[in-house]
């Protein structure tokens, strides 16, 4: 798997696991460049654990971090299926990630390219290369049809 598409891919396969638990379905997978291996996996699961930071994105650095053994993911790519929200765009800056690949745009939290550039503001440390709207309208499809179910169903 080399591609920013096949890795897309992959974080959608974590973004359907999210759907199925009926959490709202973002995926993500970060990948270790140099062996192009997935060291991070992680899905949507603040209604499962309670947490509200337990976003697709904080899971797969936290398990990334404990793969490579670094808090610094410095040779990693994070794939993730919608735009980062604040949090997730400033783990993504302090856990020192140089390349970001994210599928559609967040209109109501994207802190990436949409409402904030945390990733690439000159004022950090840390800037992040960032390539958006890899598979947009898959990313995009699979949170439509999840928030038409949730209104048909009377839920938020």
């Avoid at 638990?21 to 192009?36: A, K, R």
């Avoid at 939290?109 to 409402?115: K, P, R």
């Avoid at 550039?117 to 699979?142: F, K, M, W, Y």
């Amino acid at each position: 798997m080399n591609s920013a598409e096949d890795w897309m891919r992959e974080a959608l396969v974590q973004a359907q696991e999210a759907r199925a638990q009926e959490e709202v379905p973002i995926g993500c997978v970060i990948v270790h460049d140099p062996t192009g291996r997935v060291v991070g996996r992680g899905y949507n699961r603040r209604i499962l654990d309670n947490d509200p930071t337990a976003h697709a994105e904080m899971i797969a650095i936290r398990q990334a971090g404990i793969e490579t053994g670094h808090w610094r993911l410095l040779d990693c790519t994070l794939v993730v299926t919608l735009e980062p929200c604040p949090m997730c765009a400033g783990a993504i800056v302090n856990a020192r990630i140089p390349r970001l690949i994210y599928g559609c745009d967040d209109p109501k939290a994207g802190a990436v390219s949409t409402l904030y550039q945390i990733c690439t503001d000159p004022r950090l440390n840390h800037r992040v290369e960032v390539t958006p709207g890899v598979l947009a309208g898959e990313c995009s499809e699979i949170l439509r049809a999840f928030f038409r179910d949730q209104r048909a169903l009377g839920k938020k």
